[in-house]
């Protein structure tokens, strides 16, 4: 009797999938967390109005929910989709001479070649066209800007600023903790439990139950050259040459082969979605995915996908009640958050920059984007690919020789 019931238990166990909702809730936390201040603070920056920002969030949420939903079914692997990270600190750069119908009619385009590249199999040839280190130079000069913010945070709210910076490095100095409890999700209970000491925990008042459901808006694209120059190369850079070898490259680590060209279509025709009501483009997650794989039973993995999409969508519903919250709290607090989310990334932005190959091309492309002006009306991030690349073709052609093609080009 007691091995019928062992069995029987061992069978529930295996049935309800405790690891898998695990990885991810922890995957969701990651994601609404800092690149969720990620997007407040470029909205913030280009002078987004709240209900734009609560739009962004729910097609950010609530439509790559839907798109990570459906890949992790059909090809039972844990495919999770966001949005790329660069490409809004990119857009919060170019809002500042831009107006955001002009940004959204650049995702459109975007999305367009995404797919373009996605159906005729020329993702590949993207990424030997375009070295890795000069597009990292780039992200570089663009993220920098938030490492900055995050250090003039000591000056404006020193103990808030402290707590969530003391907390980041405690925990990652742990790698054994750090699989179990990222220090991003430390950083925002730090900050959370800081604001209620000092009195200082946001309001949501206002708020019904009606007006906490996220109301989206669609927004109609305008065309112009200037946007297009400048945004849509480096978005979809960002996409198939940053995301998806990063994302594809952890899952064949975890033992899966996920299908490059249907990963690259689905950006596409969901990136011109999401477009609709002000999102920036879609993309494969490398940390989600890699999250999300992380279990022992490698065929369990796409239920974890599933889990994670289901809680994006509901995240997504409720945007205006957690943008409310978030841009209610001090700058110090979002600065903080977005910063150091970011500092690993630059750290490994500035690592394939300088590492070897093209190294004059990528801190060219580097000091064009942390200081260059406007030309011609398009921002400083594309002038950095072009003089970037212009730098190594001039000077650095035996670079061009000898390296290997592919994404770690």
Same mark, same amino acid.
């Given at each position: 009797m007691a091995d019928q019931e062992n069995l029987l238990l061992k069978k529930c166990s295996n049935g309800f999938p405790v690891a898998e909702l695990t990885n991810a809730?922890? %995957? =969701?936390? =990651? @994601? !609404? %967390? @800092?690149p969720v201040a990620i997007i407040l603070s470029a909205g913030a920056k280009g002078g987004l109005s709240q209900s734009d920002? @609560? %739009?962004w969030i729910f097609a950010a949420f609530a439509i790559n929910g839907v798109l990570t939903i459906a890949m992790s079914a059909i090809y039972r692997q844990p495919l999770a989709f966001f949005w790329t990270i660069p490409g809004t600190v990119l857009v919060a750069s170019a809002l500042q001479h831009l107006t955001f119908p002009e940004v959204i009619g650049a995702y459109f385009v975007t999305a367009a070649l995404i797919l373009a590249l996605g159906l005729t199999g020329s993702v590949k040839i993207v990424m030997d066209r375009i070295p890795l280190p000069i597009v990292m130079g780039m992200v570089a000069g663009v993220f920098l800007g938030f490492g900055l913010d995050w250090i003039r945070s000591f000056g404006s709210d020193p103990w808030l600023t402290a707590a969530m910076t003391i907390t980041f490095f405690v925990l990652s100095a742990f790698p054994s903790i750090q699989k179990r409890f990222p220090p991003m999700i430390g950083v925002l209970i730090a900050g959370v439990a800081t604001l209620m000491i !000092?009195?200082?925990t946001p309001s949501i008042e206002g708020i019904t139950l009606a007006t906490a459901f996220a109301r989206p808006q669609l927004y109609t694209p305008v065309f112009s050259w200037p946007a297009a120059f400048e945004l849509v190369l480096p978005l979809a850079i960002t996409v198939v040459a940053v995301y998806t070898p990063q994302g594809v490259s952890l899952l064949r680590s975890a033992g899966h082969e996920p299908p490059v060209n249907a990963i690259t279509n689905a950006c596409? /025709? =969901?990136s011109a979605l999401a477009a609709c009501f002000g999102c920036v483009s879609t993309c494969l997650t490398g940390p989600s995915s890699a999250i999300l794989a992380s279990s022992e039973d490698k065929g369990r993995h796409w239920i974890a996908g599933i889990c994670l999409g /289901?809680? !994006? /969508?509901?995240f997504g519903v409720f945007s205006p009640l957690v943008t409310r919250a978030l841009l209610a709290t001090p700058r110090a607090f979002v600065a903080s958050l977005a910063g150091l989310a970011l500092l690993r990334i630059l750290q490994s932005a500035f690592q394939t920059s300088f590492k070897q190959k093209f190294s004059l091309g990528a801190l060219v492309a580097f000091l064009v984007t942390l200081g260059a002006p406007p030309l011609f009306g398009i921002g400083a991030p594309f002038w950095g690919i072009v003089f970037g690349l212009a730098t190594s073709v001039a000077l650095e052609r035996s670079d061009f020789r000898d390296s290997p093609p592919g994404p770690g080009r």
């Open positions: 809730f922890v %995957s =969701f936390l =990651f @994601a !609404a %967390s @800092a920002i @609560a %739009s !000092a009195g200082k596409g /025709i =969901f /289901i809680l !994006a /969508i509901l």
